[in-house]
T-cell receptor
Framework: GEDVEQSLFLSVREGDSSVINCTYT??????LYWYKQEPGAGLQLLTY?????DMKQDQRLTVLLNKKDKHLSLRIADTQTGDSAIYFC?????????FGPGTRLSVLP | DAGITQSPRYKITETGRQVTLMCHQT?????MFWYRQDLGHGLRLIYY???????DKGEVPDGYVVSRSKTENFPLTLESATRSQTSVYFC???????????FGPGTRLTVL
């Protein structure tokens, strides 16, 4: 099936690094995405990685892609309270995106 | 204003009633999508459209109808609402098949 999996919850202390993990299903996905959803809002694209890359860094965000294991991770350095949100990974399959269930990140003071 | 908008933002209705959720985008994106978001399920695709007058079913289409007579609009109709359709509905659009997808703010629908 087309199941993208993520752990549902993650808590970290402010200033620590957060690592959110995702496993996807389709090895032919061209792009893999991370979206952020703040309370009461829609999803916003955080970052994406092309499938022929294994790492992408964008300021505090680092995306790692392990194609062999179909594993994607998002690392947020120096996590802040404003990073508290739900994070969704998604893969592109044909014309559609398939989203994971989302990981709720809680940042503790 | 430019962007993707949804209306209404909140709706309460009764079982059996017809409800239409509106989605409008100003970018002339070819692709438009409707998702529902439920606890524990993440986002599930209801219907999508690759262009005006072209629509296709997603993962959970039963009980829903869509149309796309104009590129910028993609209304979603619940023909006879059921309690199981209580959810938050998100519309999205993107210009191409693998490009960034932009989401609307969502419509919270409650069916009593």
């Amino acid at each position: 099936g087309e199941d993208v999996e993520q752990s549902l919850f993650l808590s970290v202390r402010e200033g620590d690094s957060s690592v959110i993990n995702c496993t996807y299903t389709d090895s032919s996905s061209t792009y893999l995405y991370w979206y952020k959803q703040e309370p009461g809002a829609g999803l916003q694209l955080l970052t994406y990685i092309f499938s022929n890359m294994d790492m992408k860094q964008d300021q505090r965000l680092t995306v790692l892609l392990n194609k062999k294991d179909k594993h994607l991770s998002l690392r947020i350095a120096d996590t802040q309270t404003g990073d508290s949100a739900i994070y969704f990974c998604a893969e592109s399959i044909g014309q559609n995106f398939v989203f994971g269930p989302g990981t709720r990140l809680s940042v503790l003071p | 204003d430019a962007g993707i908008t949804q209306s209404p933002r909140y709706k309460i209705t009764e079982t059996g009633r017809q409800v239409t959720l509106m989605c409008h985008q100003t970018w002339s994106h070819s692709y438009m999508f409707w998702y529902r978001q439920d606890l524990g399920h993440g986002l599930r695709l209801i219907y999508y459209s690759a262009a005006a007058d072209i629509t296709d079913k997603g993962e959970v289409p039963d009980g829903y109808v869509v149309s796309r007579s104009k590129t910028e609009n993609f209304p979603l109709t619940l023909e006879s609402a059921t309690r199981s359709q209580t959810s938050v509905y998100f519309c999205a659009s993107r210009p191409g098949p693998s490009t960034e997808q932009f989401f609307g703010p969502g419509t919270r629908l409650t069916v009593l």
